[in-house]
């Protein structure tokens, strides 16, 4: 039996985190901005759409196809080019995805008509389906397990969680300034910047051996990822009793399944199912789902609250979700003490209980005045549990991991990041704008988000409570020996 190391008793001190070397903070600077990026994508073109559509000759109808361009590759092909990076070189690929991502944002920046357009948006998202994992990868290999690791991901968490909610506020002002094409400008400007910096940077990372690619596992899992995405973003607009969505759903799940019986067969899989047996990954997983689309959820509708019922200019909105940039990146920074003292897994379960209690605090919004307040207070610190979530669940998911099968553990880390950016406003947010008073369907959507965040922090409680086996003449807390 093998004791379980990550429930620190609350009594003990924090460690002392290292100090980092300029180098190291280099590193972390490319990685992140990296990330930052990518985090920023998601967003940063949902307020110039119409611009964008008039500009270009887009139907209404067409215009979900600059979203679901975007997101379809970037979620779709993550666990392969995690798997890639560890097989043949993570660095080497990083960099690749880099100059795809840049050159794409190139191409979409300067479209003449929506093919031009719609191809950058997908080359993009490309990209970022290469970028994310490697990147995730290389930061876990680069910095030790511990207070070191700690700290990375939780300023990387921070500036992730921060590009989602930036992007929102710069995609309006930007557009109003300087037109749509400045929003994907930026995105380019990002990546030129980081590419001449990182070759000279980062370290290559790969596995010592090279075993063959598991390319039925490739096939399925990407194909089955690609169905499903497409069924989420298409139900948004279109509902989920629409011939599409009910088809590409239906794929999905059976491509999935066929995914897992292929990795149960396969001598050398894409996917380890021992690792996704244990506890640490399948419950961190969960909450890594819960708490990113929870979140983009509850941002969507009260962007929506704060503009049409208490009729917020732009600028003013931003100004709400600037408070709420804040206080994430004091979060970050706090949130690795935090883990240092409690251990990863109840700082997550800790995390989704505050950030469900303090978005039911939202139930309280009417259309007085006075309620942006009350708005502004809930989610800034709603959003300060979300980012204890979003750290917190990195370090539980990778935690343990050999170095070898970092990639594949950051793959599913980032795939449940890209899944829940891509979910939650499809399941939920469609709730309000579909309802026939938005303050009434606002309502509904929070008090279902509140439930789902609060029940999953309850199951993941149950899910990493110690297990207990008995020595000797005491119990000790034990898990499995390779449930960690």
Known sequence: MAIDTDLTHPSSPPLDTPRMST??????????????????????????????????????????????AFALPSGGFLLLFGRIGDLYGRRKLFLTGLALFAAASVLATFAWDPAS?????????????????????????????????????????TLMSLGFTIGMVAGGVLTDALGWRST????????????????????????????????????????GLLSLIYALTTAADHGFAHADVVTTLVAGIALLTAFAVVESRTRQPL?????????????????????????????FVLTLYLQEIL???????????????????IAGSLTPRVVSRLGARRTLVVSLAGQGAFTAGLLFLNAHTWSV?????????????HLGAIISYGL???????????????????STQQVGLTVGIPLLGVLATTAGDLLSGTRTVIALNAAIVLAAAALIALGLRPLRATAGSGAVEAEPVGSR
Do not use: Y
Not at 285 to 299: A, D, K, Q, Y
Not at 373 to 385: D, N, Y
């Open 184 to 223: 994907m400008g930026l995105l380019a400007i990002f990546a030129l910047v980081v590419l001449p910096l990182a070759p000279g940077l980062l370290p290559e990372s790969r596995t010592p051996e090279r075993p063959h690619l598991d390319v039925p596992g490739a096939i399925t899992v990407t194909a």
């Open 117 to 157: 357009f719609l191809a950058g948006r997908a080359l993009q998202g490309l990209g970022a389906a290469v970028i994310v994992p490697t990147g995730m990868s290389l930061l876990t290999t680069t910095f030790a397990e511990g207070p070191a690791r700690d700290r990375a991901l939780g300023i990387s968490g």
């Open 23 to 68: 180098r190291d903070k280099l590193v972390l600077f490319v990685l992140c901005a990296a990330q930052f990026m990518v985090a920023l994508d998601f967003s940063v073109l949902n307020v110039a759409l119409p611009v964008l559509g008039a500009d270009l000759g887009m139907s209404q109808s067409a215009l979900q196809w600059a979203v679901t």
């Open 311 to 329: 009729d917020l200019s732009a600028w003013e909105t931003g100004l709400v979700f600037g408070v709420q940039g804040v206080v994430s990146v």
């Open 373 to 385: 307040w009350l708005a502004t207070a809930a989610v800034s610190v709603a959003s300060m549990f």
């Open 271 to 299: 996917v380890s199912l021992p690792m996704l047996r244990r506890r640490t990954v399948a419950w961190g997983n969960l909450g890594g789902l819960v708490t990113f689309s929870m979140m983009s959820t509850v941002i």
């Open 396 to 414: 539980t998911v990778t935690s343990g991991v050999p170095d070898e099968e970092q990639g594949l553990a950051t793959g599913l880390v980032t």
